[in-house]
């Protein structure tokens, strides 16, 4: 597929609704709350399907700059790829005082649930202000 610049309104509200089964799922789980690496392990999960929702977006839509898309994309390279761990990066002018998360590069990629909210929400207000 080609990179996209664009999304429909209709893409955004799925992914919203998705974001919102996502976190009824986990609350139903009982024991998850009290185990964070459940809990990581969950939220890992999501913010990559999220992630992939959305995968095709260019960079002239998701920008250099630290915002919600970059913050994302780098931190589901950290997952995927970097065992975890957020490493340095030359694509993404990435300062940690201006993302959504506050991680710096090194830290251990551990979401908690208001973490994933609070990412997800960001995510999809950007892509919504930039995509429409």
């Known amino acids: 597929m080609l990179g996209r610049k664009n999304y429909t309104p209709e893409e955004i509200a799925a992914a919203r609704a998705a974001v919102g089964r996502q976190l009824a ?54 997952l995927m790829l970097e065992g975890g761990i957020l490493p340095p990066t030359t694509v993404v002018r990435y300062v940690p005082e201006e993302s959504v998360l506050g991680l710096k590069v090194g830290d251990t990629v ?11 929400t960001a995510f999809l207000d950007t892509i919504e202000a930039r995509c429409l």
């Open 25 to 78: 799922a986990y609350d139903a789980l009982a024991g998850a709350r009290n185990d964070p690496a459940a809990e990581a392990t969950y939220f890992a999960a999501t913010l990559m399907a999220l992630d992939r929702t959305f995968v095709h977006r260019v960079r002239t839509v998701t920008g250099k700059d630290t915002n919600p898309l970059s913050e994302v994309e780098l931190l589901v390279d950290a």
């Open 110 to 120: 551990a979401l908690t649930r208001d973490d994933f909210e609070r990412l997800a």
